[in-house]
């Protein structure tokens, strides 16, 4: 019972036969599949190049955004730090209580960029 029952699922078995998998060499010719895994090649080359190409271009464009953006800052803090100074001209203690403050806001600002 046990061998017939083996024997009817080997019978079906038969009936579903699914075609293996064909080397590549079946379907293109080896200088065909060395054209085009040269030309995948280049072209993934080329899109690399423009990859890098726009990266650095932002780049620059952030690196010129800060620096533009610590030029503005450091002229703020610039012309505050000398109206403190011109109003508070008279005490010699003020003025080093102004320069130490400019140095800490310019410090602190320096380490946010």
Known sequence: LHIQHALKQTEVQKKYHKPH???I???LDEEEQ??????HREEEEILY????SIRMKEEEKAI?????EWEVELSKITAKFERDLQMK????????VLTLKYA?????F????
Do not use: C, P, T, W
Request: overall charge positive; hydrophobic content about 25%.
């Open 104 to 108: 800490k806001e310019k410090d602190m």
């Open 34 to 39: 060395r054209r085009l895994e040269k030309q």
């Open 49 to 52: 190049k423009e990859f890098v």
């Open 25 to 27: 060499n079946s379907f």
């Open 64 to 68: 010129k955004g800060i620096q533009e």
């Open 21 to 23: 998998a064909q080397a």
């Open 89 to 96: 001209s008279k005490n010699k203690e003020d003025q080093k």
């Open 110 to 113: 320096e380490k946010n960029m």
